[in-house]
């Protein structure tokens, strides 16, 4: 049902609407294309080429996407901007305390991913992963009415979002935002490198 | 509501006052006149928004169909148009029984020798099976077979290394394709086939007639003593059985099956059969948690006390 329920929900609203009136067959019937993010998904079927003996080993990855969450996409873009770059213990204990209702669906998308992670693609260690992609998408939106004084009416947006995230082997980068990407004595070595390259033009 | 008096006159309120040194909110919005709520919520038209994250597989029947009914959808068609054709046996018929200890015996001693030396001709049963083949295949014999049969095994090897569906179904019949193919996706596979230890032998062979007595297949047996080599990479290039190098000795017994009655029937590897006895295979690389060990759930007898007077 989820697959293809996008445009069942729009048959459904548009009967809804007019039931008393219109017989007739709304915009899509039985088995029309679902509509919902397929990309994503396709890197979990991308196969690598065997290593050779001496090469670093390749991270295990696993891609994992929650389609058509009753959230806005703005808000859950929060929620999925706290998580990036965290270990997954780090992430879910994180996500238990946010007072956001998007936080129950990353959390839910995480361990999934993470299941999912040592049962098909060859994770040994379920804590040994690492938050490198998390972000979020707009879904489809169902409109509705209000009315506003005098005679007005306005339009209501009832929107669902997805949310894509993307766990890998490892241990995950010190700062992945790059906070704090110099030292003080770091920046000062940059500012007196900056000064003696400096050259008067025309002039040897 | 949660400022007004009376809320202060029920009994509740009478709490002894540790409990009023914490500051706490009984209503989460601290908008100073919620009495518009009602009025708001009428402006909006009530739509039904519908579940996406529902689970399919725990509706009952009777939800799904009533689903289904308010979106005008047909039920699905209660019985199969789709003819299914049997090319293949589910099974091995009278299977071969290795003796104890093929091959194990060192290459110069009398029993390795016995066993090479073993004819097919004594077995009663597999003789008739081979006469029965040959009166639908002319051309069939034994030991050209042998080498038919270890060209269609390696064939099918490569093609399951090389992910090759379509040359996999020529070699492997349907009931064994499944089997071959189980555990093998995302993987990269490499098999080599170095050579044969001992020339491989038909030991077994029987026919078997499918739902009526024209309809024969027919189910013969070879031994194969070969070194191969195996390496299997998961998705990401990373070795998690066998090794590039090391060769190994195989001893197995494989049923190939053909479709006598057909006219286009080939001989194709169906099954293989594993001894009791045969070594364990190598430990696997991957490893898995531990399931917790359920817990014990202690029964306590209650004591029944006896009263001290008899008749209570």
Same mark, same amino acid.
């Given at each position: 049902?989820?697959?293809?329920?996008?445009?069942?929900?729009?048959?459904?609203?548009?009967?809804?609407?007019?039931?008393?009136?219109?017989?007739?067959?709304?915009? #899509?019937?039985?088995?029309?294309?679902?509509?919902?993010?397929?990309?994503?998904?396709?890197?979990?079927?991308?196969?690598?080429?065997?290593?050779?003996?001496?090469?670093?080993?390749?991270?295990?990855?696993?891609?994992?996407?929650?389609?058509?969450?009753?959230?806005?996409?703005?808000?859950?873009?929060?929620?999925?901007?706290?998580? /990036?770059?965290?270990?997954?213990?780090?992430?879910?204990?994180?996500?238990?305390?946010?007072?956001?209702? $998007?936080?129950?669906?990353?959390?839910?998308?995480?361990?999934?991913?993470?299941?999912?992670?040592?049962?098909?693609?060859?994770?040994?260690?379920?804590?040994?992963?690492?938050?490198?992609?998390?972000?979020? $998408?707009?879904?489809?939106?169902?409109?509705?009415?209000?009315?506003?004084? /005098?005679?007005?009416?306005?339009?209501?947006?009832?929107?669902?979002?997805?949310?894509?995230?993307?766990?890998?082997?490892?241990?995950?980068?010190?700062?992945?935002?790059? /906070?704090?990407?110099?030292?003080?004595?770091? #920046?000062?070595?940059?500012?007196?490198?900056?000064?003696?390259?400096?050259?008067?033009?025309?002039?040897? | 509501?949660?400022?007004?008096?009376?809320?202060?006159?029920?009994?509740?309120?009478?709490?002894?006052?540790?409990? =009023?040194?914490? &500051?706490?909110?009984?209503?989460?919005?601290?908008?100073?006149?919620?009495?518009?709520?009602?009025?708001?919520?009428?402006?909006?038209?009530?739509?039904? =928004?519908?579940?996406?994250?529902? +689970?399919?597989?725990?509706?009952?029947?009777?939800?799904?169909?009533?689903?289904?009914?308010?979106? %005008?959808?047909?039920?699905?068609?209660?019985?199969?148009?789709?003819?299914?054709?049997?090319?293949?046996?589910?099974?091995?018929?009278? %299977?071969?029984? &290795?003796?104890?200890?093929? %091959?194990?015996?060192? @290459?110069?001693?009398?029993?390795?020798?016995?066993?090479?030396?073993?004819?097919?001709?004594?077995?009663?049963?597999?003789?008739?099976?081979?006469?029965?083949?040959?009166?639908?295949?002319?051309?069939? +014999?034994?030991?050209?077979?042998?080498?038919?049969?270890?060209?269609?095994?390696?064939?099918?090897?490569?093609?399951?290394?090389?992910?090759?569906?379509?040359?996999?179904?020529?070699?492997?019949?349907?009931?064994?394709?499944?089997?071959?193919?189980?555990?093998?996706? @995302?993987?990269?596979?490499?098999?080599?086939?170095?050579?044969?230890?001992? &020339?491989?032998?038909?030991?077994?062979?029987?026919?078997?007639?499918?739902?009526?007595?024209?309809?024969?297949?027919?189910?013969?047996?070879?031994?194969?003593?070969?070194?191969?080599?195996?390496?299997?990479?998961?998705?990401? %290039?990373? =070795?998690?059985?066998?090794?590039?190098?090391?060769?190994? +000795?195989?001893?197995?017994?494989?049923?190939?099956?053909?479709?006598?009655?057909? @006219?286009?029937?080939?001989?194709?590897?169906?099954?293989?059969?594993?001894?009791?006895?045969?070594?364990?295979?190598?430990?696997?690389?991957?490893?898995?948690?531990?399931?917790?060990?359920? &817990?014990?759930?202690?029964?306590?007898?209650?004591?029944?006390?006896?009263?001290?007077?008899?008749?209570?």
């Amino acid at each position: 049902m989820n697959r293809i329920s996008p445009n069942f929900c729009k048959v459904e609203l548009f009967f809804n609407l007019l039931k008393s009136n219109l017989h007739t067959t709304g915009p #899509q019937q039985a088995w029309a294309k679902s509509d919902l993010p397929k990309t994503f998904l396709t890197f979990n079927k991308k196969i690598y080429p065997p290593q050779e003996i001496g090469e670093e080993p390749r991270p295990a990855f696993v891609c994992h996407q929650k389609t058509n969450i009753k959230y806005s996409p703005e808000k859950l873009w929060y929620v999925a901007s706290l998580v /990036r770059g965290m270990t997954v213990d780090e992430a879910i204990k994180q996500l238990s305390f946010v007072n956001k209702k $998007g936080a129950v669906f990353v959390k839910e998308a995480i361990l999934e991913a993470q299941k999912l992670a040592v049962t098909e693609h060859n994770v040994e260690f379920k804590s040994n992963l690492w938050i490198a992609e998390s972000f979020s $998408g707009k879904g489809m939106v169902i409109k509705g009415i209000r009315r506003h004084a /005098r005679g007005r009416i306005g339009e209501v947006r009832y929107q669902y979002s997805h949310y894509f995230v993307r766990l890998e082997e490892g241990k995950p980068p010190l700062d992945y935002y790059k /906070r704090n990407p110099l030292t003080p004595q770091q #920046q000062l070595d940059k500012w007196l490198e900056s000064m003696r390259k400096r050259k008067i033009i025309n002039s040897y | 509501m949660a400022n007004s008096i009376l809320t202060k006159i029920s009994p509740l309120w009478k709490l002894p006052s540790s409990t =009023l040194i914490q &500051p706490s909110r009984s209503t989460t919005s601290k908008h100073f006149n919620p009495k518009y709520k009602k009025h708001r919520a009428q402006k909006y038209l009530k739509i039904d =928004l519908p579940d996406t994250n529902e +689970d399919d597989s725990k509706l009952s029947p009777e939800k799904m169909r009533q689903k289904m009914k308010e979106r %005008g959808l047909m039920p699905p068609r209660p019985w199969m148009e789709r003819p299914f054709y049997i090319s293949a046996t589910g099974g091995v018929f009278e %299977g071969y029984v &290795p003796p104890e200890g093929d %091959g194990k015996a060192s @290459l110069v001693s009398t029993t390795r020798a016995k066993q090479t030396v073993q004819l097919l001709e004594k077995k009663s049963k597999s003789m008739m099976a081979i006469r029965k083949i040959k009166s639908y295949d002319e051309d069939f +014999d034994s030991k050209e077979f042998c080498n038919e049969a270890q060209n269609i095994y390696i064939k099918a090897h490569e093609s399951l290394a090389n992910n090759d569906k379509y040359a996999l179904r020529k070699y492997v019949t349907e009931k064994a394709y499944p089997e071959f193919r189980h555990n093998s996706l @995302l993987k990269t596979i490499r098999w080599k086939f170095l050579d044969s230890l001992e &020339p491989p032998r038909v030991v077994h062979a029987r026919c078997t007639d499918i739902v009526s007595k024209e309809n024969i297949f027919a189910q013969v047996t070879v031994r194969f003593h070969t070194r191969q080599q195996l390496a299997v990479y998961d998705r990401f %290039g990373r =070795l998690i059985h066998g090794s590039e190098i090391v060769a190994k +000795d195989v001893l197995e017994y494989i049923v190939f099956e053909k479709h006598l009655s057909n @006219l286009y029937g080939t001989w194709r590897i169906h099954d293989k059969i594993i001894p009791d006895w045969a070594p364990p295979k190598d430990p696997s690389k991957l490893t898995r948690l531990k399931p917790e060990p359920e &817990p014990v759930s202690v029964v306590v007898e209650e004591e029944v006390e006896q009263p001290a007077i008899a008749d209570k």
